[in-house]
Structure formats: structure tokens, C-alpha cells
């Protein structure tokens, strides 16, 4: 035999050796990790003897994949016993969060496949989604958000008490209620006393006002935090001026307003009663390297149920800001397909 010859089929042999050792490694540590590496369709012959192993379900079970969840057995008996295929529980593990499996789990068959690739759907909804489909002509991802949202029903209905009211993400609108939650750790603008701020977006937005100097914007504030029992002494008196259809455009019920989270402020151009065109625009293009966002655009106004307020600013922390920022969209979707 030639050289060559025997060196290739040593090196061919040390590949099959090396092969064979790994795969030995593979079945004699029995972990399911991985073995489903090696074959993405591990069967349940490996738990057979377990009081949950149902023998009439032995063919099902061959095409299912494992999970090393101790309670996956049990989960797929009853989604078995649901006539659920094999393929759809597969699909169901691998596309759905845990509540809504949970949600399956306790209810009759729901045909979910096309929920798979939209992952805030939540299973309680799936009626209001169809119906909100059928009567605005869209698609099911954008029926999915607005329903979630809460534009399927009018604005100040099915309200929501807020759990986590102190969280600097915290989503206050017309469906969500803060209460009469109160901030702790409230702290006066250093020039003016008279606004306060949650200390670290009060720290914030004063960097922005000295940012903006720099590139000759000189905006103050008008309004900062604002307790719910100002805030309904502040919205009455909208209501007795305007009426309350016209004042819900502009002005919060009590515990539904930003101000009263301590981390949003109102501004006004420095020696103006409003806010100038191209100090907004400065606002807008650069208030999210401070964390803040314009919370209520024209875009955006159909969703917020409140007309476009270029004055007023909302803290969220520099990443979710920029995130916001690029991804143009209102903050309730935003909070909805990614913080939620």
C-alpha cells in the first residue's frame, strides 16, 4: 500500500474513532439536552416507565418533541387528550409564551397556527382579534397590537389598575390607571424649585436644557409632576371651560396623566407661551439621547386619543428612548411588542 493510501485511511479511522467516542459520550450521559441535539425529534422512550406514560398514546408521543420541563408529560397528555396532532403541541412549545400554553391547556381546542409568528397574541383575546379584523380591514399582527392596546373599545372603558406604577417604563393612558400612587423620590429642578421630577429623570432633563443652549434651543418648564388630586382640580376645570369630549383631547382623567408618574414634564421656547416650531423639532430629533421621548405626535394621536403635544416629554431611560426613537412608533405599541 502506498504512502498515501495508509495515511488516509489512518486519518479516516481516527474520524470514525472520534465519531464513535462522541456518540458513546452522547448515550451514556442520557441528558436530554443533548440528545435533542443529535436528533431534534427525541421520542419518549426515555421516560416509558413513569406512572404519566399513557400507552395508547405511544405512536403520538414518537413525534413529539422532548422537553425537559418535569411537568412536559402531563402538559401533553392533556393537549392529547384535546385532540391536539403531535405537530401542532410541537409548534405550540416552540412559538408560544407560557401563558398562553397555560391558557390552551385549561380551555377546548383553539386553533392557533396562525398566532405562531406573533408572539404578544394573547389567547383570551383571539375573538376580539377576529372581530376587530373583520370590521377595520386589517391585517391580524395589526388587529393583535390595536386589541391589545385597548382601541377596540372606547377610550376610558375597560380600564386596568397599573401594577407597576413606579417602574420608569410604566404605561399610563386611557386604559391603564395609576390610582392615586404617589412617587417617592421626587426632586426639584436645581433652578426651580417649584417642578419636580423623579430624581433621575429630573437629572436628565436638566442635561438636555444644558445640551440644547449649546446649539442656542432655550426651552423651560411649564409643568412637571402633578399629584392626582391636582390633576382633577386641573381637568375639571377643562371640562367646565370646554365640555368633557374636548377636554379628554388634551387634558388626563386624574390617574390616567404621565405628570402624575413624576416622569413627564411639559416645556415651553424661554420668553414664549408655547413651544416654537424649531425648538420642537430640535425636541424631537434629540431628546431621546437624554431618555425622553415626544409622547404624543400627530402620527400617533389616533392611538394616544390626544392631540399632537410637541411640548410634552416622557422619561423612559436613554436605550428604550433611542429604541422608540428609531422604530417610530407610539409608546403604547412599543410597550405592547417589546416591554409587556
Known amino acids: 500500500m ?15 474513532a472520534l465519531l464513535s467516542a462522541y456518540f458513546s459520550y452522547l448515550t451514556n450521559t442520557h441528558t436530554k439536552k443533548e440528545l435533542n441535539k443529535m436528533n431534534e425529534k427525541t421520542t419518549f422512550s426515555v421516560i416509558e416507565n ?4 399513557k400507552k395508547e398514546y405511544g405512536k403520538q408521543y414518537e413525534q413529539i418533541v422532548l422537553r425537559e420541563e418535569s411537568h412536559f408529560l402531563a402538559e401533553v397528555n392533556r393537549f392529547l387528550d384535546l385532540n391536539y396532532e403531535p405537530e401542532e403541541i410541537n409548534q405550540i412549545y416552540a412559538f408560544l409564551r407560557r401563558a398562553n400554553i397555560e391558557k390552551l391547556l385549561d380551555s377546548e381546542k383553539r386553533n392557533v ?25 386589517c391585517n391580524l399582527k395589526e388587529a393583535v397590537l390595536k386589541v391589545n392596546i385597548g382601541l377596540d373599545h372606547d377610550f376610558y372603558t375597560q380600564i386596568e389598575e397599573i401594577e407597576n406604577k413606579s417602574d420608569f417604563t410604566v404605561l399610563v393612558n386611557k386604559y391603564h390607571s395609576l390610582g392615586e400612587y404617589e412617587p417617592t423620590d421626587l426632586k426639584p429642578l436645581s433652578y426651580d424649585a417649584k417642578y419636580q421630577l423623579r430624581e433621575q429623570a429630573r437629572n436628565a432633563f436638566e442635561e438636555l436644557v444644558s445640551a440644547a443652549k449649546l446649539e442656542n434651543v432655550s426651552i423651560r418648564p411649564y409643568s412637571a409632576y402633578r399629584s392626582y388630586e391636582y390633576q382633577t382640580s386641573l381637568y375639571d376645570k377643562y371640562v367646565a371651560r370646554d365640555g368633557k369630549d374636548v377636554a379628554d383631547t388634551y387634558s388626563a382623567r386624574p390617574g390616567h396623566s404621565e405628570h402624575q408618574t413624576g416622569l413627564a414634564v411639559d416645556v415651553w421656547s424661554e420668553g414664549f407661551h408655547e413651544i416654537t416650531k424649531t425648538d420642537a423639532k430640535w425636541l424631537e430629533e434629540n431628546s431621546y439621547k437624554y431618555g425622553f421621548i415626544v409622547r404624543y405626535t400627530k402620527e400617533n394621536k389616533n392611538i394616544t386619543g390626544y392631540i399632537e403635544e410637541p411640548w410634552h416629554l416622557r422619561y423612559l ?8 426613537y428609531e422604530k417610530k412608533i407610539a409608546y403604547d405599541e412599543y410597550y405592547d411588542l417589546y416591554l409587556k
Not at 2 to 16: D, G, N, V
Not at 50 to 53: G, N
Open 50 to 53: 413513569t406512572p404519566l406514560f
Open 2 to 16: 502506498k504512502k498515501k493510501e495508509i495515511f488516509l485511511a489512518s486519518f479516516l479511522l481516527a474520524i470514525l
Open 113 to 137: 397556527k396562525e398566532y405562531y409568528s406573533i408572539s404578544n397574541f394573547d389567547v383570551d383575546k383571539i375573538h376580539r382579534y377576529e372581530e376587530y379584523q373583520r370590521t377595520h380591514n
Open 317 to 324: 431611560g436613554r436605550d428604550i428612548a433611542l429604541d422608540v
